[in-house]
């Protein structure tokens, strides 16, 4: 094991709950009262295409980039909040960053990559940061983000680790050729089977690393 990169919403930061609670309060007042359930799916995947899809599905009178920006606020203001690391995470991380180089890849945008580092500044322990801006339109499942994270930090992909929380983000890995784990923080293991190992915490996860080293 050369190195390590780690997806963030949902693996690092419990922040799902507040992007589906952002999307469905943004959607319920344009009309559409989802339930949480309907959000699940899209746990992993990219603003820019559930925005797409309810646009085309359910004739929002909204373009794209607006109802981004409209759940993106929502978002940001849960978050200065609320946030929350999972336990264990910023100790983990600190160990890996003095250890080998460690990276980031993540389907968020930019903009929600620094309001997460404003409320968890967390950012100085990464080599590499690669988010959705970087790799667009080729996100997660496409492999390009953790290809695109393990050149930066130097490493063959086929000698890196990979910590994942959602279906799209372990095929991504996967994909890339890394050794992926997931962690059933925002699906049930049994949807996480693609993943060489899945564990119940982003803790666990990360003795397990520590123990390959």
């Known amino acids: 094991m050369e190195g390590i990169v780690f997806d963030l919403d949902g693996t690092l930061i419990d922040s799902e709950p507040l992007h589906g609670k952002a999307w469905l ?5 344009n009309g559409l009262n989802f339930e949480w359930a309907w959000f699940e799916q899209w746990i992993g995947k990219s603003d820019r295409l559930l925005a797409e899809f309810v646009i085309d599905n359910h004739q929002l009178a909204l373009e794209v980039p607006d109802l981004q920006r409209l759940k993106r606020e929502a978002y940001y203001r849960l978050v200065a909040k609320d946030l929350q690391l999972f336990p264990g995470v910023l100790e983990g991380l600190q160990f890996f960053s003095s250890k080998l180089p460690i990276a980031l890849a993540t389907s968020s945008s930019a903009t929600d990559v620094e309001a997460v580092f404003s409320a968890q500044p967390i950012s100085h322990l990464f ?14 499942p496409e492999p390009d983000p953790y290809l695109m994270a393990t ?4 490493v063959d992909p086929q000698k890196a680790v990979a910590l994942e929380d959602s279906v799209a983000g372990v095929r991504s890995a996967k994909n890339a050729g ?5 962690v059933a ?9 693609e993943a060489d190992q899945v564990f119940d915490s982003t803790a666990q996860a990360m003795d397990w690393i520590k123990r390959q080293l």
Not at 25 to 29: D, R, Y
Not at 127 to 132: F, L
Request: hydrophobic share 40%; glycine share 8%.
């Open 127 to 140: 080599r590499s940061i690669v988010h959705a801006d970087h790799v667009m339109p080729n996100l997660k």
């Open 151 to 154: 050149k930066n930090i130097g």
């Open 178 to 182: 890394l050794l992926t784990l997931a």
């Open 185 to 193: 923080n925002s699906h049930g293991a049994s949807e996480l089977k």
């Open 25 to 29: 309060e943004i959607l319920g007042e």
